[in-house]
């Protein structure tokens, strides 16, 4: 069984930074898709940021473009959302998500398969 889990949430001043670490384990397959999502209060759930399997193929959301940025372990079993100069208006819970790939990303939420339970992500102004 698939497990996505998030950790490395928390709460952070306006400027400050956090990063995000997702790990997919129970799988079967070695090519993965992820992305990282978040929904604020009252908010539908967007899309933050996606890489391809091996990484050669991102995307941001224009929100966070030069502040963020996805990577991976070097041994592909940890993935990483490094946050920089946070904002008030990225607080939200933030999801980790995997899709069995060897293409392309993702920026849909319904094209993913697998989902963490999010971590809480608080920046104060």
């Known amino acids: 069984q698939v497990q996505v889990v998030e950790s490395g949430g928390g709460l952070v001043q306006a400027g400050g930074s956090l990063r995000l670490s997702c790990t997919v384990s129970g799988r079967t397959f070695t090519s993965y898709a992820t992305g990282w999502f978040r929904q604020a209060p009252g908010k539908e759930r967007e899309i933050v940021a996606a890489t391809s399997w091996d990484g050669r193929s991102t995307y941001y959301a224009d929100s966070v473009k030069g502040r963020f940025t996805i990577s991976s372990h070097t041994t592909k079993m940890i993935e990483y959302l490094q946050m920089n100069n946070l904002k008030p208006e990225d607080t939200a819970v933030y999801y980790c998500?995997?899709?069995?790939?060897?293409?392309?990303?993702?920026?849909?939420?319904?094209?993913?398969?697998?989902w963490g339970q999010g971590t809480q992500v608080t920046v104060s102004s």
């Open positions: 998500a995997a899709k069995q790939s060897g293409g392309g990303y993702y920026t849909s939420d319904y094209e993913y398969d697998y």
